[in-house]
């Protein structure tokens, strides 16, 4: 007897299906573009505004009269679509996704063009980067069909070799950097006090032995230059390593405020787990849910039956058209192509470009779309900061505190992440740099002698609110953490030695 007509639907169809993935991938992405735009919203006046730390428009004025018409293709931009937020809802919503990711896209390019240094990480060409490959995954519809269509496979490729060179790329460079704390496991024995903006746990786990961190960092090596491999493997060796990838991701985010970098690569590590994953999962987990609907089943069946269908993925192709083919096969070309001869060269010394590759990377750059990737390559040690003080007389001086880089010594260490403050961040970079080489201090020292509104509000608080202070300086300190015993008895999180005057007394006199 044929026993295959009583067996059971096999799931395995749904394991070369990606229409979940890509429909949560998508979504997560509006989610970190609202993010992503709102963070640098707050803090627009202060930093590029007409009144703040590096207006705008004075800018693109300079870059002009010093470039001609050529300025429009060094710095591409919209110069602020101020109505780039309103397309965040109707992304989400799914209403024409990939049109909304390309608007998206357009507006992003001109924030980072606009923002100059304070752009300057990333995250930011990350972010682009991956919004312009998924316009090519979105379904090219004006209805929401995310949970339905079947994504290209081929641009599902694309973002996965994004997701491959991400890791690949940060775990190789800090080998090839030469820095013997990589090469001996001792990095992150440091780390943690020495980046940018640690929270608090980051001071719990400082604590913690030697061989810990050794650990730690082997462990990181392996999940950065041997998982990103097996991305392009047979199922279960993708799904653990999207999901080990994951678990760096959020150990990462737990003891630094790096933004919505994690949450973004988080949701490239979504397109590697197939549909059927998702299923198998949500049995697991969403039997609450499951609880609900069959009380709505018996309260309306035909109202669970809506509910199913929607839930239920439609035939694979979502209505991809033969000329979006032919588009996708050519860009997908190109960008392999041209970030792969990028790449090469960070990994293998001493490789030439091939004949070319230097105008169409002078052409291709100022789009931000097609980089390399790799943080912390050479690690710093130990952490140079900033503090600002003010005072009227030149004897008694107080300090200005920023909102999350360390300043007082007894304030815990904040928790901000996915928000970017970006001047705190640009401080951590400017400290480890001379005055020169950062002229905009300066510039922020006159704001605060002037008691410029705009730039006052990116501080935690004003420490002359009556008036600005006569004269102004900037101390350089050497900060590190504590240790229990020191906390305890005083409650203090830092301590510091100073270093030197990285601005010495100015007035606007």
Known sequence: MDRSAEAPPSAAPDRDRFALSAGLFLRLLAVIHLIAFVSFWTQLPGLVGPHGLLPAQAFFDAVHANLGSAAYLQLPSLCWLFGAGNFLHVLFAGIAPALCLALLWAAYLSLACAGQVFFNFQWDALLLETTLLAVFLAPWSWVPLWHRAEPPRLARWLLGWLLFRLMFLSGAVKLLSGDPTWRDLTALTFHYETQPLPTSFAWYVHQLPVWFHRASCAGMFVIELLVPFFLFAPRFLRHNAALLTVALMIAISLTGNYTFFNLLTIALCLLCLDDAWWTRASAVSARPVCNILRYIQRASPQATCNVLRYIQPAAAGGGFRPWRARSLRVFAGFA?????????????????????????????????????????????????????EGSDDGREWRAYEFPDKPGDLARRPTWVAPHQPRLDWQLWFAALESPAQNPWVLTLCEHLLRGTP?????????????????????VRYEYHFTDAATRARTGQ???????DFYVERVSLR
């Open 454 to 474: 705009e730039v006052l509000a990116l501080l935690a608080e004003n420490s002359f609110p009556q008036k600005p202070p006569r004269f102004v300086r900037a």
């Open 493 to 499: 999180w830092w301590r510091r030695t100073p270093l």
């Open 336 to 388: 392999f192509g041209y970030t792969l001869f990028a790449a090469l060269p960070v990994v293998i010394h001493g490789l030439g470009e091939p004949p070319g590759f230097a105008a169409l990377h002078a052409t291709v750059a100022p789009f931000r779309s097609f980089n390399d990737y790799g943080l912390f390559a050479v690690m710093t040690n130990p952490r140079p900061e900033i503090v600002f």
